[in-house]
């Protein structure tokens, strides 16, 4: 089972609202982690840069203090990230509190994929 069917079927989302809320995950992770650390997800689980080129770009208010949040140095901190993250999935006509759900399903996919190594870099920057 791929990881857009693991969403759909235990979040009860559409196939675009999972590769979107994926891809955002996988987006801010790429961010925090580097190319030779996201390299090694990347390796791990295909189709993943795939994933991040097709995240909803965050409009309104939350994407807007996203941007100033980066804007300001504040684009690595939690403000920045969780703020794109919320933006994102309210785009994707997902409620912020998805993105808790969205972590371990996540996780525990990128674990079978990758194993322990993979899925703890990902944990630093999900969790």
Same mark, same amino acid.
Request: proline share 3%; hydrophobic share 45%; charged share 15%.
């Given at each position: 089972?791929? !990881?857009?069917?693991?969403?759909?079927?235990?979040?009860?989302?559409?196939?675009?609202?999972?590769?979107?809320?994926?891809?955002? !995950? @996988?987006?801010? #992770?790429?961010?925090?982690?580097?190319?030779?650390?996201?390299?090694?997800?990347?390796? #791990?689980?295909?189709?993943?840069?795939?994933?991040?080129?097709?995240?909803?770009?965050?409009? &309104?208010?939350?994407?807007?203090?996203?941007?100033? #949040?980066?804007?300001?140095?504040?684009?690595?901190?939690?403000?920045?990230?969780?703020? &794109?993250?919320?933006?994102? @999935?309210?785009?994707?006509?997902?409620?912020?509190?998805?993105?808790?759900?969205?972590?371990?399903?996540? !996780? #525990?996919?990128?674990?079978?994929?990758?194993?322990?190594?993979?899925?703890? !870099?990902?944990?630093?920057?999900?969790?």
């Amino acid at each position: 089972m791929d !990881l857009i069917q693991m969403l759909t079927g235990e979040l009860g989302i559409s196939e675009d609202q999972a590769a979107g809320g994926s891809g955002l !995950l @996988f987006k801010l #992770a790429k961010e925090k982690l580097g190319a030779e650390e996201f390299g090694q997800v990347a390796s #791990a689980i295909p189709g993943v840069e795939e994933l991040i080129t097709t995240t909803p770009k965050p409009e &309104g208010l939350l994407g807007a203090i996203g941007g100033l #949040a980066s804007a300001f140095g504040l684009g690595g901190g939690q403000l920045g990230s969780l703020a &794109g993250l919320a933006g994102g @999935f309210q785009h994707l006509q997902l409620d912020s509190s998805m993105i808790g759900k969205f972590v371990p399903i996540i !996780l #525990a996919f990128v674990q079978v994929q990758g194993g322990d190594a993979v899925k703890a !870099l990902l944990e630093k920057v999900m969790q």
